[in-house]
């Protein structure tokens, strides 16, 4: 005999489970407490189970540009098909957003990089077999509008999936966005470039790049691998990558195989030190999050490199403000005593007192002296101090161990006022201001943040760090400062 109060609880237990995300408020529409799943490419991306399947063929009429789609929303996109020619451009403006969250080569956002012909791409959200086919999801409270822009004039036959909601459900704030970037070349080796630059409150969804190899005197991989510098305005962490090949989760180079979270679509091998390729790796599984804002870098070579960085963002989330110095100096490389007690209790450079700036480095005989902007709070000594081979050769380019570099900047303020400076720095650090020592931060596990009171003048008031770097942490060498006055 069926026990009645265990079907009850049993039943009562299916409901809330699969009720997914509810309104926060109890006088929330009917419509925002139904069922949600978790879409099976962007799993951070909830979306209701009550729509309907609609399609819209966007077959182009008329001249350039043409809209293959003009959707009312609530509703969501849930898969893009295109039969695609040259010069063709993507736009995706979702919610009459001022600027269209998407707007690009239609290529590059389906993982074919430096215009080439369309080859076979796999994975969960892209797929090209041929014919373009997109599985990110799209969601659009109130609109979404798709635009094909050709230069000769030829448009590309589309199809577009797409799930209408009901008029009162309530979507999730995440709208996706896609920021492209293409240098030909990048700066050269010891160099890096920035794939992405987003302010708000959101995660990255994955990254397809694509090399053209122009260095031939090391492997197109070895750049120093990837950094991606996370809320610097409001908690500063930082993922520290390896080199290419791991970074999109292979090792030693790339092989043509691809996977549903990352691949390598196309590679040609001409050798151990001339090689193309394009490659990518989604995070469904393992989303990067951000908060305020995230700054994307990938250390280059003076190869071609083209990159599609794939996030989705809260609608009208931005950075706060923030006091943070916008230019610092920095000089070294120093030699200095790895003794903690006697690297605190050296003031500065031996022979060479506070308040005065050193004019070269102690070994080296190069010029040392850089002008850094702050990015968010951020400045990167990393690609500075790569190991310096002159032809560009050496295997992977790592920040050197064992020497210091000092790193000043001006903190200006209207008032004599108490502040707290919020410092992040990897690994040790002395820091003085205005000439008196104000903190010895030892800090072993990577970057860390310490919150330091200081009295500011009227005026201009100068702060100086010493720094170095260790390799006594998983943080594959990372050496950065986040700088903040708070």
């Known amino acids: 005999m069926r026990n009645p109060i265990f079907s009850l609880t049993l039943c009562t237990c299916l409901i809330w489970c ?213 809320d610097g305005e409001t908690d500063p962490h930082v993922i520290r990558g390896h080199n290419v090949e791991d970074d999109f989760g292979f090792t030693w180079g790339f092989r043509n195989q691809q996977t549903r979270w990352l691949g390598c679509p196309w590679h040609e091998n001409r050798g151990r030190n001339d090689q193309d390729g394009t490659f990518f790796r989604f995070f469904g599984p393992d989303p990067i999050a951000f908060r305020s804002s995230v700054s994307f870098r990938s250390g280059s070579r003076g190869d071609d490199m083209e990159s599609v960085v794939f996030c989705y963002k809260k609608a009208g989330t931005t950075a706060p403000k923030l006091q943070t110095p916008s230019e610092w100096e920095v000089t070294g490389l120093y030699l200095y005593d790895s003794n903690w007690d006697r690297y605190k209790e050296a003031e500065y450079v031996k022979g060479v007192p506070v308040g005065e700036w050193p004019g070269r480095d102690q070994g080296f005989g190069e010029p040392n002296q850089w002008t850094l902007k702050s990015d968010r709070g951020w400045i990167d000594l990393q690609n500075l101090f790569f190991d310096r081979t002159k032809d560009g050769s050496g295997g992977t380019p790592f920040v050197q161990l064992g020497r210091v570099a000092y790193a000043r900047t001006n903190i200006e303020s209207e008032s004599e006022r108490d502040a707290t400076l919020r410092l992040a720095v990897d690994d040790w650090a002395v820091v003085w201001l205005n000439g008196e020592k104000v903190a010895a931060l030892r800090h072993d596990k990577g970057l860390e943040t310490a919150s330091i009171p200081v009295k500011l003048k009227k005026g201009s008031n100068e702060l100086l760090v010493k720094t170095n770097n260790t390799d006594t942490y998983s943080n594959r060498r990372l050496w950065v400062i986040n700088c903040v006055v708070e």
Not at 78 to 100: T, Y
Request: with cysteine; glycine share 8%.
């Open 18 to 230: 699969s009720s997914g995300a509810r309104a926060q408020d109890s006088n929330a529409p009917a419509a925002a407490l139904r069922q949600t799943f978790q879409d099976p490419a962007v799993p951070m991306i909830a979306l209701p189970t009550r729509f309907k399947s609609r399609r819209e063929h966007g077959v182009a009429k008329g001249g350039p540009p043409f809209v293959v789609a003009d959707l009312k929303g609530p509703g969501c996109v849930r898969h893009l098909w295109f039969l695609v020619g040259k010069d063709v451009r993507l736009e995706i403006n979702v919610d009459g957003a001022k600027k269209s969250q998407v707007d690009l080569p239609l290529k590059a956002f389906f993982g074919i990089m430096h215009d080439r012909d369309e080859h076979f791409v796999e994975s969960a959200p892209l797929t090209v077999l041929p014919g373009f086919n997109s599985f990110l999801p799209i969601p659009f409270q109130k609109s979404c509008r798709i635009t094909i822009h050709s230069d000769s004039g030829m448009a590309s036959d589309s199809m577009i999936d797409w799930h209408q909601y009901d008029k009162d459900t309530v979507l999730t704030p995440y709208r996706l966005h896609a920021a492209h970037t293409k240098y030909t070349p990048a700066p050269p080796r010891g160099g890096y470039v920035k794939l992405a630059d987003i302010e708000g409150d959101g995660f990255i969804a994955g990254v397809a790049m694509g090399y053209i190899q122009r260095n031939k005197k090391d492997m197109v991989f070895h750049t120093g691998g990837m950094t991606i510098l996370l």
